[in-house]
Nanobody, 127 residues
């Protein structure tokens, strides 16, 4: 049974930073595709960052480029999402996600269909 658990959300002032963490049980964050998504009330869940393909290339949504950094620590079996210069539009529930395989195309990297496992989410508010 795979379980992903996020932490690190909270209330942050605009311009501030925070770092999400995601721990896994029953799953290894090694070479498979992993990502972070977010969902604001009334909006679709959108992919913001992913580590994809066998090369471990990182991909970011346009809204995340330059401010978000996704990383993976295989030794700790954790993935992270660092967010800098937070903006009000970053307020959302943030979810980590993992795939049961590695896709050799980036097509699925920021798309929900590319993932099999999801965390429960961690809320971010920006004041």
């Amino acid at each position: 049974h795979v379980q992903l658990v996020e932490s690190g959300g909270g209330s942050v002032e605009a311009g501030g930073s925070l770092k999400h963490s995601c721990a896994a049980s029953g799953y290894m964050f090694n070479n498979n595709q992993v990502g972070w998504f977010r969902q604001a009330p009334g909006d679709e869940r959108e992919g913001v960052a992913g580590i994809c393909t066998s090369a471990g290339t990182t991909y970011y949504a346009d809204s995340a480029k330059g401010r978000f950094t996704i990383s993976r620590d295989p030794d700790k079996n954790m993935i992270y999402l660092q967010i800098n210069n937070l903006k009000p539009e970053d307020a959302a529930m943030y979810y980590c996600a993992a795939a049961s395989t590695v896709h050799e195309t980036s097509w699925w990297c920021l798309r929900k269909g590319g993932y099999n496992y999801w965390g429960q989410g961690t809320q971010v508010t920006v004041s």
